[in-house]
């Protein structure tokens, strides 16, 4: 991956500046002074002069473009890509400019992990610029990146997906055990309730008289029954007699 910022070259004249055109152009002045603490490596410094630049005329390409290239130094991606947002769709500038900035913009995407935003910025610079080595290799890196990503997250979501099943199937199978455990409780209680009932009930006693002791009993008590009626029948047949009549 080819992350390096590249930058603009600006031709300048090298003839003599009138002061006259320092004091009305004020920016150029702190734009290549923040460009010489550039080549220093003194971001912070060169920083602060294109701020001061873009002060005098906010508007100014070179100062936004500089100061962009300073903030992808210090790692502050976040305001380098905004401030090349702003300037790539500028259409002041030529197709070979807008693309280097969008190319620098594919860059600090990146280097956020914005890797679909980076994927467009790249494809724009290769539309501007068709020869942009740089922009088609860093293109072909990140689609490549994007798709591994995707592979990844594919391959995760149905792990997911099938934890999720696993878990279901889980719940179903303690389900129905719980179901059949019921079943089985609600089965047995009726079987545990006649045997509390026949527990309650008087159970026959040792040495009690057998079915056969207890119909000879019955026959024996009958046959005293039968002599006694009998022998009422016979009394209830004299006739008593007296010396009185009535």
């Known amino acids: 991956m ?8 600006v031709a300048i004249l ?26 220093r490596e003194h971001f912070e410094k060169s920083t602060d002069l294109y701020q001061r630049a873009l002060q005098h005329d906010s508007t100014s390409f070179e100062a936004k473009y500089d100061l962009a290239s300073a903030m992808y130094r210090t790692e502050r991606y976040d305001s380098a890509e905004q401030l090349l947002r702003s300037i790539v769709q500028d259409t002041t500038r030529t197709e070979r400019e807008r693309g280097e900035v ?3 913009l594919g860059n600090t995407q990146f ?7 980076a994927l467009s910025s790249y494809r724009y610079a290769m539309r501007c610029n ?21 592979q990844q997250q594919n391959q995760d979501n149905k ?20 179901q059949q455990q019921e079943q089985q409780q609600e089965q047995q209680q009726p079987q545990n309730q006649e045997e509390k009932e026949g527990e ?22 009958q046959a005293e029954e039968d002599k006694t009626q009998e022998k009422l ?14």
């Open 130 to 150: 068709p020869d942009d080595e740089d922009a088609k290799f860093n293109y072909a890196f990140t689609k490549r990146l994007v798709q591994q990503q995707e």
């Open 233 to 246: 029948k016979e009394k209830a047949g004299v006739i008593i007699r007296g010396s009185k009549s009535w």
């Open 14 to 39: 090298l003839v003599a500046v009138g002061e006259a055109t320092a004091q009305r152009m004020p920016e150029r002045g702190l734009v290549r002074r923040g460009n010489r603490q550039f080549k």
């Open 111 to 117: 280097a956020q992990q914005k890797y679909k935003e």
């Open 2 to 9: 080819r992350v390096v910022f590249r930058y603009i070259v």
């Open 102 to 104: 969008a190319y620098n």
């Open 159 to 178: 792990e997911q997906n099938q934890d999720k099943q696993d878990q279901q199937g889980q719940q179903d199978k303690n389900e129905q055990n719980k």
């Open 200 to 221: 309650g009930q008087q159970q026959p006693r040792e040495g009690a008289m057998s079915p056969e002791q207890q119909e000879a009993m019955l026959q024996a008590i």
